[in-house]
């Protein structure tokens, strides 16, 4: 353990301007709580330091419970503003008062190893270090309404953290000012130089990406960071490990499914297959049952249920018969149900992984497949719904966005589509592999 370096983690905050019904610190992401995200970021680099979170004082156990494996990391209640939650973290850190202190937002995720290097070697040769980077866009001073003064931009940043400073001399500057007067600022960098005005605070500059999840907006540009990081990071993933996985697919004879079905048992799960081929309707519950009780009894339990089966019908709506729309709901969805509602009993039982498929439609509604893109926009707000739902139950649920795959299903109904631009149901079905095998749970995997 490192005692020169200790960090707060600041993330007691309320998340009003998120506008949802959780502070914006505990909203899953990429099959994590941004907050575990940013600690993370502060972990990868920074491995052997005390970390102090501060959480709202009624999630102080579940904060606690979410890194409990993590011996150096300390939770406290958090105080009623950012800089009464930053002063409870340095009493904390008091009994054995680290040389310097880094203090960061416990929703800035992104935080990236160039930053967090650039503020550590300032902060041996300046007394304290903020981030910041240039504003793009003109900055307005405001006065009753109407424009006061527009200060031009060159010397203008916008401010970011982590923010760093010798331990005593920013508890010092709290215990000048007084708690009464805390909410005169907005950061400690503010706080630090109203009692050192003579001081020099060395700025690093920071990283577009660096970004503070606060509004809803927010929180569509980080899915889609993180899904951009991944598929940077798949380039050279090490293999699975799939021996002894006890796997049931439903939709398992054709296409992806049939492909998953080959690579686990080739990799030595034991797997049983279940379409209608087979005798297995997702859209009868009943089936759907008997399908994983044999299983169940035939392996001695059960570590994955994966639901592969789909249906696309093509055609413009007011063509299509009111059989055709239910059809696709009946299988796409109400099989989706039924599938989770009889997996949750045996998931349990082994801390298992639920893993869905959805389609790279489901993002914007496509003319042909109307029905099609509604059903799998569904499925991804049923994955991150079950995801938060069964976490207590230890049950990991996740869902696989493939890209145009070369399946019967797409062949039938898209056949001007030459193969070359189709990916392979395998390379799709070694993505889902990895999935399952992993400790993820709400993400969503795109392949495209």
Same mark, same amino acid.
């Given at each position: 353990?490192?005692?020169? =370096?200790?960090?707060? @983690?600041?993330?007691? &905050?309320?998340?009003?301007?998120?506008?949802?019904?959780? $502070?914006?610190?505990?909203?899953?992401?990429?099959?994590?709580?941004?907050?575990? #995200?940013?600690? &993370?970021?502060?972990?990868?680099?920074?491995? @052997?330091?005390?970390?102090?979170?501060?959480?709202?004082?009624?999630?102080?156990?579940?904060?606690?419970?979410?890194?409990?494996? %993590?011996?150096?990391?300390?939770?406290?209640?958090?105080?009623?503003?950012?800089? *009464?939650?930053?002063?409870?973290?340095?009493?904390?850190?008091?009994?054995?008062?680290? #040389?310097?202190?880094?203090?960061?937002?416990? *929703?800035?995720?992104?935080?990236?190893?160039?930053?967090?290097?650039?503020?550590?070697?300032?902060?041996?040769?300046?007394?304290? =270090?903020?981030?910041?980077? $240039?504003? *793009?866009?003109?900055?307005?001073?405001?006065?009753?309404?109407?424009?006061?003064?527009? $200060?031009?931009?060159?010397?203008? !940043?916008?401010?970011?953290?982590?923010?760093?400073?010798?331990?005593?001399?920013?508890?010092?500057?709290?215990?000048? @000012?007084?708690?009464?007067?805390?909410?005169?600022?907005?950061?400690?960098?503010?706080?630090?130089?109203?009692?050192?005005? %003579?001081?020099?605070?060395?700025?690093?500059?920071?990283?577009?990406?660096?970004?503070? =999840?606060?509004? $809803?907006?927010?929180?569509?540009?980080?899915?889609?960071?993180?899904?951009? +990081?991944?598929?940077?990071?798949?380039?050279?993933?090490?293999?699975?490990?799939?021996?002894?996985?006890?796997?049931?697919?439903?939709?398992?004879?054709?296409?992806?499914?049939?492909?998953?079905?080959?690579?686990?048992?080739?990799?030595?799960?034991?797997?049983?297959?279940?379409?209608?081929?087979? &005798?297995?309707?997702?859209?009868?519950?009943?089936?759907?049952?008997?399908?994983?009780?044999?299983?169940?009894?035939?392996?001695?339990?059960?570590?994955?249920?994966?639901?592969?089966?789909?249906? @696309?019908?093509?055609?413009? !709506?007011?063509?299509?018969?009111?059989?055709?729309?239910?059809?696709?709901?009946?299988?796409?969805?109400?099989?989706?149900?039924?599938?989770?509602?009889?997996?949750?009993?045996?998931?349990?039982?082994?801390?298992?992984?639920?893993?869905?498929?959805?389609?790279?439609?489901?993002?914007?509604?496509?003319?042909?497949?109307?029905?099609?893109?509604?059903?799998?926009?569904?499925?991804?707000? !049923?994955?991150?719904?079950?995801?938060?739902?069964?976490?207590?139950?230890?049950?990991?649920?996740?869902?696989?966005?493939?890209?145009?795959?070369?399946?019967?299903? +797409?062949?039938?109904?898209?056949? *001007?589509?030459?193969?070359?631009?189709?990916?392979?149901?395998?390379?799709?079905? !070694?993505?889902?592999?990895?999935?399952?095998? &992993? %400790?993820?749970?709400?993400?969503?995997?795109?392949?495209?």
């Amino acid at each position: 353990m490192r005692k020169d =370096v200790a960090c707060i @983690l600041l993330a007691g &905050g309320s998340g009003s301007r998120m506008a949802g019904d959780q $502070p914006k610190q505990f909203v899953r992401i990429a099959g994590k709580t941004i907050l575990e #995200h940013s600690l &993370g970021a502060l972990r990868q680099h920074l491995p @052997l330091v005390r970390i102090v979170v501060t959480a709202p004082f009624a999630d102080v156990d579940k904060v606690a419970r979410m890194f409990q494996h %993590d011996p150096l990391v300390q939770v406290i209640a958090g105080g009623v503003s950012r800089q *009464a939650s930053t002063l409870k973290g340095l009493k904390a850190l008091a009994d054995d008062a680290p #040389h310097n202190i880094v203090i960061h937002d416990g *929703a800035r995720p992104f935080l990236d190893g160039r930053t967090l290097s650039d503020v550590m070697e300032a902060l041996e040769e300046y007394e304290a =270090v903020d981030v910041a980077i $240039p504003t *793009a866009d003109t900055i307005i001073a405001e006065r009753d309404g109407f424009i006061e003064s527009i $200060p031009k931009r060159k010397h203008l !940043l916008r401010g970011q953290t982590p923010q760093a400073f010798r331990y005593k001399d920013l508890v010092s500057c709290y215990r000048t @000012l007084g708690e009464q007067k805390l909410e005169q600022f907005t950061d400690d960098c503010g706080i630090f130089l109203a009692c050192n005005p %003579d001081a020099r605070v060395r700025i690093v500059k920071g990283s577009e990406e660096n970004i503070k =999840v606060t509004y $809803p907006i927010d929180l569509i540009l980080a899915d889609e960071m993180f899904r951009l +990081r991944s598929q940077t990071s798949n380039v050279d993933k090490p293999g699975v490990n799939l021996r002894g996985k006890r796997v049931v697919i439903f939709g398992g004879t054709r296409g992806i499914g049939k492909a998953m079905a080959d690579i686990l048992l080739g990799g030595g799960a034991q797997v049983s297959v279940c379409s209608r081929e087979s &005798g297995c309707d997702i859209t009868r519950e009943i089936d759907v049952q008997r399908a994983l009780r044999s299983a169940a009894d035939e392996f001695g339990g059960i570590d994955v249920v994966v639901n592969a089966a789909g249906l @696309l019908k093509n055609g413009k !709506l007011h063509e299509q018969t009111a059989a055709d729309a239910a059809e696709q709901i009946n299988i796409n969805l109400i099989g989706a149900l039924n599938v989770a509602r009889q997996a949750h009993v045996w998931l349990e039982q082994t801390q298992g992984s639920l893993l869905f498929f959805a389609s790279s439609s489901y993002t914007r509604g496509r003319a042909g497949s109307a029905v099609y893109s509604a059903t799998k926009a569904a499925i991804v707000n !049923l994955t991150q719904g079950l995801s938060e739902e069964w976490a207590e139950d230890g049950i990991r649920v996740n869902c696989i966005v493939p890209g145009r795959t070369d399946t019967d299903m +797409r062949t039938s109904n898209f056949k *001007a589509e030459s193969q070359e631009s189709l990916f392979n149901p395998y390379q799709i079905a !070694l993505s889902a592999s990895r999935v399952i095998c &992993g %400790d993820n749970s709400g993400q969503l995997e795109r392949v495209n």
